[in-house]
């Protein structure tokens, strides 16, 4: 089993849509959670932390599920610039990050 | 821009040959962690140095070494490159070992 899976893609949605990505993660003993994004050929980047106590951004929402190793993002009015490659990652105390294999996000007009 | 610089950032090499790839960390960064990054995949973690010593190392054979220097710029070595090296190599700095990371533009390699 991966340490971080994360939901098949492409995800091809329209302009204005909500579209929600999950990832599971194996390691129980993972203490930090982010979500990065990763446009082609570039490095990825910190899109967002996650928190047990859910966080907002804009229109990005994040939420952690500890007991259940479950991590989601979600993104509402997607816009054009919002397609990406958005990469589930998970860390643990004293190693360097883990990623999903990322998902990737095409929104269309 | 994270401040994190890698060098070269394309480079082809021939199965066989050895190839050095150079990070300098953001300032004041003293961690840097290498990650192979192949088509279509997540980053790979490769390994990781804290304040010039290996702080921990991914499923990576031992022809992968690097090293950090005293002002904490690393170099990541591969010898005996095979087809399969043939990826993106990212470079990541933080503050400390449990602080978020910023990635450098990445060197892409390919191995022909």
Partial sequence: RKEVEQDPGPFNVPEGATVAFNCTYSNSASQSFFWYRQDCRKEPKLLMSVYSS???DGRFTAQ???ASQYISLLIRDSKLSDSATYLCVVHQAGTALIFGKGTTLSVSS | ETGVTQSPTHLIKTRGQQVTLRC???SGHNTVSWYQQALGQGPQFIFQYYREEENGRGNFPPRFSGLQFPNYSSELNVN???LD?????LCASSPEISEEAFFGQGTRLTVV
């Avoid at chain 2, 090296?85 to 190599?89: G, I, N, R």
Wanted: hydrophobic share 30%.
């Fill in chain 2, 85 to 89: 090296d043939s990826a993106l190599y």
């Fill in chain 2, 80 to 82: 005996a490159l095979e």
């Fill in chain 1, 54 to 56: 859910g966080n907002e």
């Fill in chain 1, 64 to 66: 952690l599920n500890r």
């Fill in chain 2, 24 to 26: 300098s960390s953001q």
